[in-house]
C-alpha cells in the first residue's frame, strides 16, 4: 500500500490558530492531542506491517538467520568429507543474495508458445557456431560419440542452448548461490543437498571456490550442471585429474554424453523426425505414449517431411507441440532422454531441431499456427482446475500445461467431440467454462 505524501505549505511564518481552536477549553485540547498521537502510532503500525508484508526489513535480520543456517550446515558437510578448514574459508564473511529469491518465485506471465520458445533457441548464430564446434572438437567429438554412442549433434546442441557454446555460463558463485536458496527458498531440502555436494566437489580438488560459477540455480559450468549432476556423470576427459566442466571443453563435452548415456540414450538411434500426417488420420487411436515401429507408422500414411523412407528399425510415438495443425514429429525414445537434461518438451525439441540443424538440416516443413493466442499463466491454472472439476485428472494447479495437463485435455476433447491433439488454446477453454 502506498501512501501520499502531504504537500507542505512555504514555512514563512506561524499558520493562524483556527478559530475552534481558539475557544477550545484545556480539556479538549489534550483529548485532541491524545487522538492524534494515537492516530499517528496507528499510521506507523500499519507502514511497518505494509513494509514487513513487501519483505522490506532483510538486511540484518537475514544475516544473522543465515549466520544461523551456515552454523547448522557443519555437522552435515562433515559427514560429507568436508574438512573445517575449506568450511570456514567458504563461509567466513559470506553474507545471502537475497535478490535470488525473486528469481526462484518468479512465474512467467504468459505460458510462451512453442513457436516463440524455438525462434529464439534454433537461431542462425547459434547453427554457424556450432558447425564451428564441430569442426575445431572433432576429434574428441569422434572418440565421445564412440565411448556413449551419444549423437555428437545432440550434445553440440545442448552445449549451444545451455550457455551458447560456453559464452554464458553464468557470473554468480554457486556455492554463494546454493546457500542462500537452501536459507530462503521454498525448496530448501534440494538447494542444501546441492549445496553440500558442492562442498564435497570442492573438497575434492576439482574447481577452486572462486572459479566455481555458475547460474543463479547453481547450474555449473559449459553445460549447466547442478553438483549432484556433476557428482554422478562429470568426467576427466583430459587426463589432468581434474573433472573440469568449466573450462576444460573436452571434459564437459564428455560430461554431457556420459549424462546421456547414463539416462538410457540408444546408440545408433535417432531422436525422431519431422513426419507428414495423412488426410482423415485418427488421432483418437494414438495417444503420444504410444510407441509404435517406424514401418507401422509408415503403414499408417505417416511420412517423412524430408521425403526420406523410415527406418526399418526402432518405435516411435507422436508429438503434436502445437496440435493438429502444427508440426508434428515422431519422437524415439532419446527424445525422453534429452528431455531428462530439462524437463521441457520445448526445451527437447529446441535441442532436437538445432542438432539437426548444426548437422546440416533444413528448417521445418510445416508451419505454426502463429496465429493462436497463448494462454496467460491464470488461465493455464484455470484450464487445470476446470479439467480436474470434470474428473480429468491435471495434476497441480501450477499454471504448466506438461504431459500430464495434455493427457486431461485430449480426454476433454474426446468427450466434446473435438479432435484429441492435447494442445491448450482460448477458445478451448472457453468451451470448458461453458462444460459442466
Do not use: C
Not at 572433432?138 to 549433434?153: F, H, I, K, N, P
Not at 530462503?184 to 570442492?202: H, K, M, P, W
Not at 564437459?252 to 500426417?277: C, D, H, K, M, Q
Amino acid at each position: 500500500m502506498a501512501f501520499a505524501r502531504k504537500r507542505l505549505r512555504p514555512f514563512h511564518a506561524e499558520p493562524p490558530i483556527s478559530p475552534s481552536l481558539a475557544t477550545a477549553t484545556h480539556g479538549q485540547i489534550l483529548r485532541t492531542l491524545i487522538f492524534v498521537a494515537s492516530a499517528l502510532l496507528l499510521l506507523a503500525g500499519v507502514l511497518h506491517s505494509t513494509a514487513r508484508a513487501q519483505g522490506a526489513p532483510r538486511g540484518a535480520a537475514a544475516e544473522s538467520g543465515f549466520s544461523t543456517f551456515v552454523s547448522g550446515l557443519w555437522s552435515e558437510a562433515q559427514a560429507r568429507g568436508v574438512s573445517r578448514q575449506l568450511f570456514d574459508q567458504i563461509f567466513s564473511g559470506m553474507t545471502p543474495d537475497m535478490s535470488l529469491l525473486k528469481h526462484s518465485s518468479k512465474q512467467a506471465e504468459f505460458v510462451k508458445p512453442v513457436w516463440s520458445y524455438l525462434t529464439g533457441a534454433v537461431t542462425a548464430s547459434r547453427i554457424s557456431q556450432g558447425q564451428d564446434m564441430a569442426k575445431r572438437y572433432g576429434q574428441v567429438l569422434t572418440d565421445v560419440e564412440r565411448r556413449y554412442g551419444v549423437d555428437r549433434y545432440v550434445v553440440l546442441a545442448i552445449w549451444g542452448m545451455e550457455t551458447s557454446y560456453g559464452q554464458m555460463t553464468g557470473g554468480k558463485n554457486v556455492v554463494r548461490s546454493l546457500a542462500t536458496l537452501a536459507y530462503g527458498s521454498e525448496r530448501r531440502d534440494f538447494f542444501r543437498n546441492e549445496l553440500l555436494i558442492a562442498l564435497t566437489i570442492l573438497q575434492q580438488g576439482h574447481i577452486g571456490y572462486g572459479q566455481m560459477n555458475g547460474s543463479w540455480a547453481g547450474a555449473m559450468g559449459q553445460t549447466q550442471f547442478m553438483p549432484s549432476s556433476f557428482m554422478k556423470y562429470a568426467v576427466d576427459y583430459d587426463g589432468d585429474g581434474h573433472k573440469n566442466i568449466w573450462t576444460s571443453i573436452p571434459d564437459a563435452i564428455a560430461s554431457t554424453a556420459n549424462y546421456l548415456a547414463g539416462y538410457g540414450w540408444r546408440r545408433g538411434e535417432t531422436w525422431g523426425y519431422e513426419v507428414v500426417i495423412p488426410s482423415g488420420f485418427d488421432f483418437s487411436a494414438h495417444e503420444p505414449q504410444t510407441g509404435r515401429s517406424f514401418p507401422q507408422w509408415a503403414g499408417l500414411g505417416v511420412r517423412r517431411a524430408d521425403g526420406e523412407a523410415m527406418p526399418s528399425g526402432g518405435e516411435a510415438s507422436l508429438f503434436l507441440p502445437a496440435g493438429a495443425r502444427g508440426p508434428a514429429f515422431l519422437i524415439t525414445p532419446n527424445f525422453r532422454v534429452i528431455k531428462s537434461y530439462n524437463n521441457s518438451q520445448a526445451y527437447a525439441l529446441g535441442v532436437a531441431i538445432l542438432s539437426d540443424r548444426i548437422a546440416g538440416a533444413g528448417s521445418l516443413a510445416a508451419k505454426w499456427p502463429t496465429g493462436d493466442k497463448p494462454l496467460t499463466t491464470a488461465q493455464a491454472m484455470e484450464m487445470q482446475r476446470h479439467l480436474n472439476r470434470l474428473g480429468l485428472d491435471a495434476g497441480k494447479v501450477d499454471g504448466k500445461i506438461g504431459e500430464q495437463v495434455q493427457t486431461a485435455i485430449r480426454a476433454f476433447q474426446k468427450r466434446r467431440g473435438l479432435t484429441p491433439d492435447g494442445y491448450a488454446t482460448v477458445s478451448l477453454l472457453e468451451q470448458m467454462r461453458s462444460h459442466r
